[in-house]
């Protein structure tokens, strides 16, 4: 016995609505944007650069990028990367004295004039040197959550790749990997420890 | 002709003699018995329930099931919400009809309204369970619901959950999400594994074991898989792993630059990701079973943190295309963009399953939960005090989040209810828990 029990499905189950409490208001801040996005995000050279279109939020439907998965979905894999873009292991790439990182404020991606002159440095430098490929990380600083900071990271290096690029440095030598907030330098959680940790870092390999 | 038991409880949180009415309604529309718990918004109305450990029918239960399912499924009902749970000792004997009796009409003057009565036989490497549950407000006991279960002796916890899962179903006709698991990231930053978790943080398993950067564990919707961003071969790709199967995981996206922030559609079959390969951080939705991606937003900002509404038909996600990270919703195939949310930088998106609501995080200061009406309406705020709280993740009914926060020092991840309510750690111990993933019931 026992299904002659039947069920009530009850309404609201003990949500009960916490003062609702409206967002301080602020006035959104327009900032600088980096460099328009050129060139391929790495030395794969696959992939194409995406038109700056602000005002295009509208779906891009039929007309839309359309990319198979560059690896088969169906090819189970630990060692999976036959398929994979050509990518150098960035642990290949290590650090040299002569190429300084530059740093960001809070939530920014566009390059302070201090650090292009930074920039400006390490262009010469890796103009000098033509046989290195070039690493460049991005990193964040704690604050911020995980998924945004990735993004954050990635456009870090890419404003400072962008930037080398158009100091002449070549594109196809360049490979910009984002590490969000996973690698601090610094771990205290001070502005000081943090605004360390808002860094592009620059390492290289022998071509 | 059938009588409808109405229990209308008191809102007392402790277990206390409350108000009952046996009402008979005019014209009843089901045969037998009809139990409302009537659990009402702003309330905290709960029903009592005793669970005395189980009662050995056979079998030699030498590793004390009998109790542990008792307890470990009145934690679940004391989780639910829905329920006080009668304290109790002891099993009620079997085949002892006025020995049921006996310890009904004890619990009954305790402030019972309902108990469950047990049984278990232990047949081999087997739990075999059966429920009883009766009506402690009808004069006679009646038992209003009997189910049986059945699992291997080596997940005796699995039983219980299934067992609250089943009570909680028959008092408010939706099972309960005991049932269910919990995926997090455990490790300080640079060494982060993947784990999976029972809901309530027992029986903890590693997922990955590579000695890198692992995060972002999303739960597909059947459960059976997760959506991981690794750096396993050095960047951050997105990944499948199967956590209960012998089967190595699948690469879903390795394209140059970020393949982050996964987000499986209602129906198993996408996954909206973020992508860089064309520029800057971009949505895409991956088709699973073809490998085809198709591009969604088209911005020079940050778009990213995709979470779909239940219905499949839109996504939010963040976007700080105005100069601040903000909450976004768009139909699900790029179209009809629209911000919801103003203010502060927020980030984590996540659709009820209910569809309503969006609770997300708000960085002022400190970080903490949000929740927005889907349109944008009535934003509110879940956490509050010291530290941090982010990372939120429903459960598959809606009525609990889980999220990561620092109040106690490290990274841990808590459970509330969906008002903010009876915030509780779920994980303890070493190093940092983050990002929770809940996952749906499990088949």
């Not at chain 2, 490790?187 to 590579?210: C, F, H, L, M, S």
């Not at chain 2, 609990?400 to 915030?423: K, N, P, V």
Request: hydrophobic share 35%.
């Amino acid at each position: 016995m026992g299904t002659r029990f039947s069920h009530v499905v009850l309404g609201s189950l003990l949500i009960a609505a916490v003062a609702a409490t409206a967002c301080a208001k602020r006035p959104a801040t327009t900032q600088a944007s980096a460099p328009a996005p050129t060139g391929a995000a790495g030395t794969t050279g696959g992939t194409g650069a995406a038109p700056a279109r602000p005002s295009d939020f509208t779906s891009p439907g039929s007309s839309g990028t359309t990319s198979s998965a560059q690896p088969s979905t169906a090819a189970p894999t630990t060692s999976g990367g036959t398929a994979t873009p050509v990518r150098p292991s960035p642990r290949e790439f290590s650090e040299v004295a002569e190429l300084r990182d530059i740093n960001f404020d809070f939530d920014k991606y566009d390059i302070r004039p201090g650090d292009a002159r930074v920039l400006d440095s390490n262009a010469t430098w890796l103009k000098g040197n033509p046989n290195h490929l070039l690493l460049i990380e991005g990193h964040c600083d704690e604050r911020g959550t995980n998924e945004y900071n990735l993004a954050l990271g990635e456009r870090r290096a890419k404003s400072a790749m962008n930037y080398l690029v158009s100091q002449g440095v070549q594109a196809n030598r360049i490979t910009i990997i984002s590490y969000g907030e996973e690698r601090p330098l610094c771990t205290e959680h001070t502005e000081e420890c943090w605004a360390k940790n808002r860094r592009a870092h620059f390492l290289v390999k022998p071509r | 002709m059938g009588r409808r038991v109405v229990l209308l409880i008191g809102s007392a949180a402790l277990v206390v003699l409350v108000s009952l009415f046996a009402l008979r309604p005019p014209a009843p529309r089901a045969q037998g018995v009809d139990v409302f718990l009537n659990v009402t918004a702003g309330g905290g109305k709960k029903l009592n329930i005793a669970i005395p450990d189980f009662t050995v029918v056979a079998g030699n239960d030498s590793s004390a099931n009998a109790r542990l399912l008792a307890s470990v499924a009145g934690a679940d009902l004391t989780f639910s919400g829905l329920f006080n749970v009668v304290a109790a000792t002891g099993a009620i004997p079997v085949n002892n009809p006025d020995a049921l009796k006996q310890s009904w009409t004890e619990f009954a003057a305790a402030g019972a309204h309902a108990g469950v009565h047990g049984l278990l036989t232990v047949r081999g490497d087997r739990l075999e369970t059966e429920i009883r549950v009766y009506d402690l407000t009808s004069p006679e006991f009646r038992l209003i619901a009997t189910r049986r279960f059945e699992l291997p002796a080596s997940v005796p916890r699995r039983l219980a959950h299934k067992i609250a899962d089943e009570i909680v179903l028959q008092f408010t006709g939706e099972p309960g999400v005991a049932d269910t698991k919990l995926a997090y990231v455990r490790g300080p930053r640079g060494a982060k594994e993947i784990y999976v978790a029972d809901y309530d943080g027992a029986n903890p398993v590693a997922v990955t074991r590579n000695g890198t950067i692992n995060l972002s564990p999303v739960w597909s919707p059947d459960g059976r898989s997760l959506a991981v961003t690794s750096y396993v071969k050095g960047y951050p790709d997105l990944y499948r792993f199967f956590p209960f199967e012998r089967r190595p995981e699948q690469i879903l996206a390795a394209f140059a630059g970020i393949n982050s922030s996964p987000a499986w559609s209602p129906d198993g079959k996408s996954i909206a990701v973020t992508l860089s390969k064309d520029g800057n951080p971009e949505l895409y939705v991956l088709n699973v079973a073809t490998g085809v991606f198709r591009r969604l937003t088209r911005h020079v900002g940050i778009d990213t943190d995709p979470s779909w509404a239940p219905d499949g038909r839109q996504i939010t996600f963040v976007s700080d295309r105005n100069g601040t990270a903000h909450i976004y919703v768009m139909d699900s195939e790029g179209a009809s963009v629209r911000q919801i949310t103003t203010g502060a930088m927020q980030t984590q998106p996540r659709w009820s399953p209910k569809g309503d609501v969006i609770a997300y995080t708000t960085r002022q200061g400190t970080h903490d939960i949000w929740v927005v009406n889907a349109d944008g309406s009535n934003p509110r705020r879940l956490t509050t005090g010291s530290g941090n709280s982010q990372g939120p993740s429903w459960a598959p009914n809606g009525r609990h989040l889980f999220f990561q926060t620092d109040r106690l020092g490290g990274w841990q991840i808590f459970a509330m209810f969906a008002d903010g309510s009876e915030q509780a750690p779920i994980t303890r111990g070493p190093g940092d828990f983050t990002s929770p993933s809940w996952s749906s019931r499990l088949p």
